[in-house]
């Protein structure tokens, strides 16, 4: 009896760890000695990677990939392309890639002055390899971290104005996330060893923080309110559709987008004016409307509400079908809670309702007739 209790117990066990292993995101951290932990005493311990696990727990498993002094350049003096760690993190089969790579490369007369051109369509080719493994994992790109000293031909300048803007564009271009670690590290040189170029142990704990942070706000998700969609707050937008960059001129880096056809919408969203961070909005699956005459007339199309993203009123016009029974206009926040209420006429006149108060976000309004429900749907308020 004990026996067959024990071979249970074990049968238990094996299929809860099994289950445990299963459900873990596995992260590939991808990068130079900076990654790697180059100068601690205990890389193992004390790199970034290392400390992010320890933020992150058991739900996560997190790889340190980091080669000392690799470059991203496929043509530079020590490529990572070359390396058994590139092969391993891509075999990995990662669900989420974190890559950061670009000091060496800014040694300025071995790499960055003859291949820079080069830099952009490498990191391209890059995030390309993981974004096409079977696991499908989320790529988040880093702006390197500051320079302290000019060492090894590695300047602050070449990184801030030179290679930086270019990792910055790869993320806007592609539609990638996007950690701004130059500005996270900006006036920390206390963090750093005396090369001035890599963090020490404070510094890697410094890095692993701000990026367990930006992690915990990948959850963002566009709103919508028939073909307009909406993005997350933020101080900078660019949307894609089916990962094409929208541009600017067609509304790509509005708040509010209207859509005019049919596929998969992103929006990368900038969190704040400290930092260039950016996260990549989950996708939203849209699918445009094809309108076909009517051949009557519904209750709805006699409720007409506009303009639709709004600014400062909108305006509810009823047909004086309902003119005998009493109207009431209520207005509901996203949480479902009672914003405004009021009661309208219903002679075919406009009624004026002050939105001035109203927080930029979507909203849900009911028109009922007599206690019984008319219309219902969204607007947006957008300034």
């Not at 493994?133 to 989320?138: G, H, I, T, Y």
């Not at 005396?194 to 990026?211: F, L, Q």
């Not at 049919?262 to 409307?289: H, M, N, W």
């Not at 007739?369 to 008319?374: L, M, S, V």
């Amino acid at each position: 009896m004990r026996s067959t209790f024990r071979i249970y117990l074990v049968i238990i066990i094996s299929i809860f760890v099994i289950n445990s292993i299963q459900a873990q995101k596995k992260i590939a951290c991808i990068g130079n000695s900076i990654t790697y932990g180059y100068g601690l005493s205990s890389p193992s311990t004390q790199s970034y990677p290392s400390k992010l696990q320890d933020l992150l727990g058991s739900e996560y498993e997190v790889h340190n990939f980091g080669v000392s002094a690799r470059t991203l350049l496929k043509k530079g003096d020590r490529p990572y392309w070359n390396e058994s760690a590139y092969s391993q993190a891509l075999n990995l089969q990662p669900d989420i890639v974190i890559i950061m790579l670009g000091t060496n490369d800014a040694k300025l007369n071995t790499n960055w002055t003859p291949h820079k051109d080069e830099f952009k369509s490498d990191y391209q080719s890059m995030i390309r390899a993981f974004e096409g493994l079977a696991s499908n994992p989320k790529v988040w790109i880093c702006q390197i971290v500051p320079a302290y000293q000019t060492i090894w031909e590695i300047s602050d300048a070449t990184i801030k104005n030179e290679v930086n803007p270019k990792i910055k564009e790869v993320s806007e271009e592609e539609g990638f996330g996007l950690l701004d670690m130059y500005s996270a590290m900006s006036n920390k040189a206390n963090m750093f060893l005396s090369d001035g170029i890599h963090p020490n142990a404070t510094g890697a704990e410094e890095m692993a923080n701000y990026i367990h942070q930006v992690l915990l706000q990948d959850t963002l998700n566009i709103q919508h309110s028939g073909d307009t969609l909406v993005a997350p707050v933020g101080v900078g937008y660019q949307w894609y559709l089916d990962g094409q960059l929208i541009d600017e001129s067609a509304g790509g880096q509005n708040r509010t987008f209207v859509a005019n056809e049919s596929g998969s919408y992103e929006v990368r969203v900038q969190l704040d004016e400290s930092s260039q961070t950016a996260i990549l909005s989950s996708a939203y699956d849209f699918e445009k409307e094809i309108y076909v005459e009517p051949l009557f007339i519904t209750e709805s199309q006699m409720v007409n509400i506009y303009p639709n993203p709004c600014k400062e009123y909108i305006t509810v016009k009823l047909d004086n079908k309902f003119s005998s029974q009493q109207i009431q206009f209520r207005i509901y926040n996203n949480a479902g809670q009672l914003y405004h209420s009021t009661n309208i006429d219903a002679d075919g006149e406009s009624t004026h309702i002050d939105i001035q108060s109203f927080e930029n976000d979507v909203y849900l309004y009911l028109i009922s007739a007599d206690g019984e429900t008319i219309e219902s749907g969204k607007f947006i308020v957008d300034r």
